[in-house]
């Protein structure tokens, strides 16, 4: 999808780490919510409307784990002092007590070394050979306004550093990526993993004497040491410990070749079902999310039939259909991207883990469309009605259909919300090429 709109309808989705579900959720009742306001005369047009044929949205036993959760701290961040000693000498063995070269506690681990660990002060001043940091610090997540998996997998994207682009790392714990910046606060390399609710980050940073200038310890130097050490600290949470860096990201699928803008993506017949004589506009997307991740790009269009122009007159069906797209940023990410995405709302709702979690009912797991799918229904408050909304992911692609109505004063309810929804979800996802 365009990133931009000569109509200038088109908006990308927020990047603010800091946007929740209620937000969003808030967006999408007013989104759907809007009245047309009487203006002169009354209009008592015929023929539009319908409420089917539609298709029942199958539920299906909940696909997606709950994830691991650890509750218990390693000693000393995992690391032994073999390794320690070894990327930092002369440095104090226990990271955990505080003293010289050294400071920590549970879960903040750091060793420090100058000159080769011949220096024994604290502050020291003169000339020195080098400077060796090992910095290691593991966060549990405890889920308070999240599931704890999806709060894990924010703090990952919260916790990577902006000095240079990151590189994949496989083979330690369920995610994992290492940078490398020969300046900046990091002087060094920082690998960031998280398995289950446990975010680590293993900076491992110094320098060499140059003469008349300081040079930062090597990439591979760097990088060696940091994956050694997060080796270590993710062997004693029980995760992978064999990191790899790698120019892929695996498994790799292939994202989606062709991706229609969300108004061309339901066919007219389709919208007759739920919407007939519809007017349609493009607007702002409203897709669910706990954090939209970096990479996704988003685009809405909607869909309003009525017969009368007259709030709470005559009969009115409103549709929304929204589309975020992972970007391909190297081989498997694209696809990699819109899986967590995926999963963090998918467990965020299951959990009732977000704010304003009391007006949102009836989480169901579906069996498609797409590659996982689910639904759930916002409950409408005062004048507002509900909203039957279905999700789902194909590829690097997100999907939200989101439909109300009201027959008179009537605001409807029910399956047939959510049925409409998964009606159009299922028109949507065939619109998706591979």
Known sequence: MSDSDPDGWALRLRTDRGWRLAAVAGAVALALGVTIAVAAGRDTRSGGIADGPLRPAPAIADPVPAGRIIEKLPRNCGVSDETALRLAPGADRDAEEGGVFRRGGPGSCMWYSLDDGKAKCDWCMGDFANERVLDVSITLAEGRSQSPITEAMDLVARSEPNEAAPEVVEGLGEEATARYSPDGRTEGA???????????????????????????????????????????????LGAAASPKLSTVKHPVTRPLGRVPKPCDAV?????????RDAYRRRGSPTLFSMTVQP?????????????????????????????????????????????????????????????????????????GPGDRAFAVTKTGTGSSGDIGVVVFRKRNVLVEVAYE????????????????????????ERSLRP
């Open 267 to 275: 066919p007219g017949d389709t919208v007759d079902k739920v919407a």
């Open 190 to 236: 920082v690998v960031t993993f998280r398995e289950g609710n446990a975010v680590a980050t293993i900076e491992y940073r110094g320098w060499d004497d140059a003469g008349e200038r300081r040079e930062t310890i090597p990439k591979k130097t760097a990088m060696d040491g940091a994956l050694a050490a997060a080796a270590e600290a993710a062997k004693s």
């Open 295 to 367: 990479g996704m790009s988003g685009d809405s269009c909607m869909w309003r039939a009525e017969t009368s122009r007259y709030a709470y007159e005559g009969r009115s069906r409103t549709l929304k259909v929204s589309l975020a797209v992972a970007e391909e940023r190297l081989p498997g990410m694209g696809v990699h991207t819109a899986t967590r995405q995926y999963q963090g709302l998918h467990r965020n709702l299951r959990d009732g883990k977000v704010i304003g979690a009391d007006d949102l009912t009836g989480f169901t797991p579906l069996a």
């Open 405 to 428: 109505g009201a027959d008179e004063r009537t605001k409807l309810h029910g399956s047939l919300l959510i049925d409409s929804a998964y009606t159009v979800a299922v028109a949507v």
